[in-house]
């Protein structure tokens, strides 16, 4: 049983949304966000960048703070306002291979999280819940949903289709030409609707966006004392159907053999693989179990031979296939997550990435994967386990200030 209610969403004007939105922060190269903050006055980087103002750098509690202040800016300056009846929220992605992506945005259970019915597959590292923790409970709000994907449901897709009828609140496209819609979702029968649909609903899955909402499920055990507000026990949530998702894979990079030749590597590699060099043509693994591996100018296929046990979902997961026959025994990389010697590229890059990054000397050799399934996702989720850091890249990537949920 899936509980969503909805929200009145905090939201720029119609005339303002495409200069507010904003990537996450992360994905800005430095003359990225000096050239935002110079010229565009109404963007969010403005509320999440508050010491640009100053000309320094602050961090804590002093930057969270001012966060805050810079959020009050924007509404009483009238960049933000607010609904004033509770809504969901039909959010539409087009990118620019014309994949498109529809949910619904909406007020998601902490207590689902808690209690399993929200399913995670990734590990989240407990002082970053802490960080983001103390910043949503200072600055009173979230800006960007955590991404949730559902079963396909007959009910849930008409309400969505019969949304995108009329005029959309928003549509702007951003300037790697995906273009975005939003649409009000006010009716209280078809509130009702969806809040009873998904109901039926047993499980749903956290796509991406596990810190963010691990952080609020421990404002929520933090505000339980004296608590006023129900606000504090949901967070913001993007839910989308799992046909809607898309998976690519994070190839491998490592930086040397850990000692090895180039041949005595090879044949350490034999004993899990059955290995055919490729030559210099360029190879991309189409099956589960097969990897591509480029060494030396060279591309070779990895075939997974049958003496590889696989008792348990995690187990016939090809990144932890990867670590435990090479990664770890033979190129002696055990933490994923902070050894420098390895290096991840997404499979929105090609493996062609992997070959211009290891003939540039960087690195000694790569790997290719296939993408990791919706199907794998839920199984890893499902027996309580998961997966190695790096495993899954998923779309959609979603804009920061669009909606945002108050607490």
């Known amino acids: 049983m899936t509980k969503i209610k909805p929200f009145k969403a905090v939201r720029p004007t119609r005339d303002k949304v495409s200069l507010v939105a904003s990537r996450s922060y992360q994905t800005y190269t430095k003359d990225e966000i000096r050239a935002r903050l110079n010229y565009n006055p109404f963007s969010f980087l403005h509320i999440?960048?508050?010491?640009?103002?100053?000309?320094?750098?602050?961090?804590g509690r002093e930057r969270y703070t001012l966060v805050r202040n810079r959020y009050l800016e924007f509404k009483e300056n009238h960049?933000?306002?607010?609904?004033?009846?509770?809504?969901?929220?039909?959010?539409?992605?087009?990118?620019?291979?014309?994949?498109?992506?529809?949910?619904?945005?909406?007020?998601?259970?902490?207590?689902?999280?808690?209690?399993?019915?929200?399913?995670?597959?990734?590990?989240?590292?407990?002082?970053?819940?802490?960080?983001?923790?103390d910043y949503l409970k200072i600055t009173?709000?979230?800006?960007?949903?955590?991404?949730?994907?559902?079963?396909?449901?007959?009910?849930?897709?008409?309400?969505?289709?019969?949304?995108?009828?009329?005029?959309?609140?928003?549509?702007?496209?951003t300037t790697n030409r995906d273009t975005h819609y939003l649409w009000?979702?006010?009716?209280?029968?078809?509130?009702?609707?969806?809040?009873?649909?998904?109901?039926?609903?047993?499980?749903?899955?956290?796509?991406?966006?596990?810190?963010r909402l691990a952080?609020?499920?421990?404002?929520?055990?933090?505000?339980?004392?004296?608590?006023?507000?129900?606000?504090?026990?949901?967070?913001?949530?993007?839910?989308?159907?799992?046909?809607?998702?898309?998976?690519?894979?994070?190839?491998r990079l490592i930086q040397d053999l850990n000692g090895w030749s180039k041949n005595d590597f090879l044949m350490q590699l034999d004993t899990w693989f059955r290995?055919?060099?490729?030559?210099?043509?360029?190879?991309?693994?189409?099956?589960?179990?097969?990897?591509?591996?480029?060494?030396?100018?060279?591309?070779?296929?990895?075939?997974?031979?049958?003496?590889?046990?696989?008792?348990?979902?995690?187990?016939?997961?090809?990144?932890?296939?990867?670590?435990?026959?090479?990664?770890?025994?033979?190129?002696?990389?055990?933490?994923?997550?902070n050894d420098t010697r390895i290096a991840y590229s997404s499979g929105n890059n090609d493996v062609v990435t992997i070959k211009t990054k290891v003939d540039s000397g960087a690195y000694a050799v790569g790997f290719g994967l296939v993408p990791i399934t919706v199907h794998e996702l839920k199984a890893i989720a499902d027996a309580g386990q998961t997966m190695p850091p790096k495993s899954t890249c998923i779309t959609p990537k979603l804009r920061s200030g669009l909606t945002i949920y108050e607490f």
């Open 184 to 211: 009000l979702l006010n009716d209280e029968r078809l509130i009702e609707t969806l809040e009873k649909e998904f109901e039926s609903i047993p499980r749903v899955y956290i796509a991406d966006g596990h810190h």
């Open 140 to 173: 009173g709000f979230n800006a960007e949903p955590v991404l949730l994907t559902y079963p396909d449901n007959t009910v849930i897709s008409e309400i969505i289709e019969k949304a995108q009828t009329g005029r959309a609140e928003f549509e702007f496209t």
């Open 48 to 59: 999440i960048n508050p010491g640009y103002r100053y000309d320094q750098k602050i961090t």
């Open 79 to 133: 960049i933000f306002i607010q609904d004033e009846t509770p809504c969901f929220y039909v959010y539409k992605i087009v990118n620019r291979e014309g994949h498109e992506c529809s949910g619904i945005i909406a007020a998601a259970s902490t207590l689902d999280y808690e209690q399993g019915i929200i399913k995670r597959h990734e590990d989240t590292i407990e002082y970053r819940e802490h960080i983001f923790k």
């Open 275 to 337: 290995i055919e060099n490729r030559g210099e043509k360029v190879y991309q693994p189409t099956k589960k179990h097969h990897f591509s591996m480029y060494l030396d100018g060279h591309f070779y296929s990895l075939y997974l031979r049958s003496t590889y046990a696989m008792h348990t979902a995690l187990d016939a997961l090809d990144t932890q296939i990867l670590y435990k026959t090479i990664l770890e025994p033979i190129l002696g990389i055990s933490d994923l997550r």
């Open 215 to 251: 952080s609020s499920h421990l404002l929520s055990k933090d505000m339980q004392s004296g608590m006023e507000k129900d606000s504090y026990n949901y967070f913001m949530s993007y839910l989308i159907p799992e046909s809607h998702l898309r998976i690519y894979e994070f190839n």
